[in-house]
């Protein structure tokens, strides 16, 4: 069974940095890409980053090109956001997700993991 | 700048009855790269269909995909209890965008 455990979400102040994990189990995870979609409360969702299975090839969505970086560590099965510069409008729930091609459909989503940003 | 656009933006229907939402391009997706999901409320949206027709593993066959370059439609007949979700679109190949999304509504 696919698994994907999202972790590390909290109350961050503007301007702060935070890192997101997130734990694959149950497929083989250096075929797949990797992305981070989010949803800020009540909203639609958003893709923020993709990165493919060996690491080297990522992508950003503008609004958080500079600021957060995608990594993955293919001997843990584990995805990495780190988040920088955080601003109020990052506010959202972000999920972990999974797809076999690069830039493609996503096959499967964790559950998500919610990130407030506020003083 | 590369846009998707759904409508309605909430569908109000009962079970048995069948939905059809919409999805709008602003530029033509090219090789029908376009995808379905299902968000029920509190849970992690899922994959329902891929290459605008082609049903997910496990997606029941009430739920159908059509269309080509900017004009694209997702139904399902015959809703059951367990459809009513928020559904949203997505290009992927070129950019990975979605549409805001349209709620099927009791």
């Known amino acids: 069974e696919v698994q994907l455990l999202e972790s590390g979400g909290g109350l961050v102040q503007p301007g702060g940095s935070l890192r997101l994990s997130c734990a694959a189990s149950?497929?083989?995870?250096?075929?797949?890409?990797m992305s981070w979609v989010r949803q800020a409360p009540g909203k639609g969702l958003e893709w923020v980053s993709i990165?493919?299975?060996?690491?080297?090839?990522?992508e950003y969505a503008d609004s958080v090109k500079g600021r957060f970086t995608i990594s993955r560590d293919n001997s843990n099965n584990t995805v990495y956001l780190q988040m920088n510069s955080l601003r109020a409008e990052d506010t959202a729930v972000y999920f972990c997700?999974?797809?076999?091609?690069?830039?493609?459909?996503?096959?499967?989503w964790g559950q998500g993991t919610r990130l407030t940003v506020s003083s | 700048e590369f846009v998707l656009t759904q409508s309605p933006g909430t569908l109000s229907l009962s079970p048995g009855e069948s939905a059809t939402l919409s999805c709008r391009a602003s530029?033509?997706?090219?090789?029908?790269?376009l995808a379905w999901y299902q968000q029920k409320a509190g849970q992690a949206p899922r994959l329902l269909i891929y290459g605008t027709s082609r049903r997910a593993t496990g997606i029941p066959d009430r739920f159908s995909g059509s269309g080509s370059r900017t004009d694209f439609t997702l139904t399902i007949s015959r809703l059951e209890p367990e459809d009513f979700a928020v559904y949203y679109c997505?290009?992927?190949?070129?950019?990975?965008?979605f549409g805001q999304g349209t709620k099927v509504d009791i």
């Open positions: 530029q033509r997706i090219n090789s029908d790269y």
């Open positions: 997700v999974g797809g076999f091609y690069y830039m493609y459909y996503f096959d499967f």
């Open positions: 997505q290009r992927y190949g070129d950019s990975l965008e």
């Open positions: 149950g497929f083989t995870f250096n075929t797949y890409a």
């Open positions: 990165i493919s299975g060996t690491g080297h090839a990522t």
